[in-house]
């Protein structure tokens, strides 16, 4: 296999799906086109993905599927888009190599929620399981224990009274949960755990009601007091206390497709608030309203949010 198609994150590899349907939906007008090369010319790994995703719809146009002659050949609608959307993703996740970032774990996953969309799941225990934004979980019980694991993104489980011991597996570890309330976040190198009610168990170690820390191994690290906000995507809500914009629009970008950016110029201004979810271009509306900043708009899929000249 070519190493070099795997060196780029399944991020751009989404980035250059969308820029190609932007083009098959009908061509870029002028500042679409301007944002498209500064998004070609940003980086060596966007140039990468571009050129192999175009291979990718070439070979899945000369494909005698009658799923991919039907997606290809149907006339402009946004089933055609979501189709053909599923059909370049998966041609990269095959083609690329993107490992454990392959879409495919998650949409084999017992339990998968797409981006901008969570998911509330009572489980057979009577256990409650929430699924974040791009999020996977698997789930197996049988009689001497109880075994959920996250796969990609977030969950926020709510343990039930059982004899059975309740085990949450990441990449990172695996945890012995007590009945009670738990935040789990999936990060590159590691997960973080914050615990609202009950107790945490890693290796042997302890982590008490009201504390949150991160671990990728046998050890906790960071130990610190539970962020009162850090579960408030359950309730549909992004929360911000004094957070840079920086990072509050990096939050936002998790509920969207495409590319969300933020300039250095006002990445540091401080914003609090809370925002519903459900609506992440009110939210990019609001910022103009309560902060010196104006959003450009190229496309659907590419947005930056730069200083009010």
């Known amino acids: 296999m070519n190493t070099a198609h795997q060196e780029f994150s399944p991020q751009v590899a989404e980035q250059a799906v969308h820029w190609l349907i932007e083009l098959q939906g009908g061509g870029l007008d002028p500042r679409q086109q301007l944002a498209m090369q500064q998004w070609l010319q940003a980086h060596e790994e966007h140039r990468r993905a571009w050129e192999h995703i175009q291979r990718v719809n070439q070979r899945l146009s000369g ?6 002659h039907a997606t290809l ?35 084999l996953a017992d339990f998968h929620s797409p981006v901008g969309e969570r998911r509330r799941l009572q489980l057979d225990d009577g256990s409650q399981l929430h699924l974040n934004t791009r999020s996977s979980a698997d789930v197996r019980f049988d009689r001497q224990q109880r075994l959920v694991r996250l796969l990609e993104g977030e969950l926020q489980l709510t343990v039930a009274n059982d004899a059975r011991p309740l085990h949450l597996r990441t990449d990172f570890g695996l945890l012995q949960l007590e009945s009670g309330r738990y935040n789990l ?33 046998p050890q906790w690290h960071g130990n610190q007091g539970l962020d009162p906000n850090a579960g408030a995507w359950v309730d549909g809500m ?36 809370s925002y519903p979810l459900a609506d992440s271009e009110r939210i990019l509306d609001l910022l103009e309203v309560t902060l010196p900043v104006r959003v450009k708009r190229f496309s659907r899929y590419w947005v930056s949010v730069e200083a009010r000249a």
């Open 63 to 68: 494909l005698s599927s009658p799923l991919a």
């Open 73 to 107: 050949s149907a006339p402009r609608s946004a089933s055609r888009r979501r189709a053909l959307k599923t059909l370049l993703v998966l041609g990269v996740g095959g083609a690329a190599g993107l490992s454990q970032h392959n879409p495919m774990p998650g949409l």
């Open 238 to 273: 992004l929360v911000a206390a004094h957070l840079r914009l920086g990072d509050f629009l990096g939050e936002l970008s998790r509920y969207r497709r495409g590319q969300l950016n933020c300039a250095p110029e006002v990445a540091d201004l401080l914003i609090s608030g």
């Open 185 to 217: 976040r999936q990060f590159e190198r590691y997960s973080l755990l914050a615990v609202h009610q009950g107790s945490a168990s890693l290796a042997g170690n302890s982590l008490a009601a009201g504390l949150q820390a991160r671990f990728n191994g």
